[in-house]
């Protein structure tokens, strides 16, 4: 079965840091880029960052740059987001899904997760 599960959610006050993962099973995930996406309440579905198959390139919503950083461990089959200086506009649940490549089509993704929930509050 092909899934992706996120995980590393939780409550962190402003100015904190959190790493999120994103772990497949049933495929390779190197084969993939992988997405990340954020929804608040309220608030449709936005991309926040990309890492490609290819070469490993990144690609992030002005939102995050500079904050948030992606990577990929092949070998665990898992892809991270880490999330420094957090807001609290960033909160939402947080979701990955793969694609061939990294695109702003969130239709072109595939095998969404279910989703980790990140709160950010004093």
């Known amino acids: 079965q092909v899934q992706l599960v996120e995980s590393g959610g939780g409550l962190v006050q402003p100015g904190g840091s959190l790493r999120l993962s994103c772990a497949a099973s049933?495929?390779?995930?190197?084969?993939?880029?992988i997405g990340w996406f954020r929804q608040a309440p309220g608030k449709e579905r936005e991309g926040v960052s990309c890492?490609?198959?290819?070469?490993?390139?990144?690609y992030y919503a002005d939102s995050v740059k500079g904050r948030f950083t992606m990577s990929r461990d092949n070998a665990k089959n898992t892809v991270y987001l880490q999330m420094n200086s957090l807001k609290p506009e960033d909160t939402a649940v947080y979701y990955c899904?793969?694609?061939?490549?990294?695109?702003?089509?969130?239709?072109?993704?595939?095998?969404w997760g279910q989703g980790t929930q990140v709160t950010v509050s004093s």
């Open positions: 899904a793969a694609s061939y490549q990294c695109t702003t089509t969130q239709v072109d993704f595939g095998s």
């Open positions: 890492i490609s198959s290819s070469d490993g390139s990144t």
């Open positions: 049933g495929f390779t995930l190197d084969y993939y880029a």
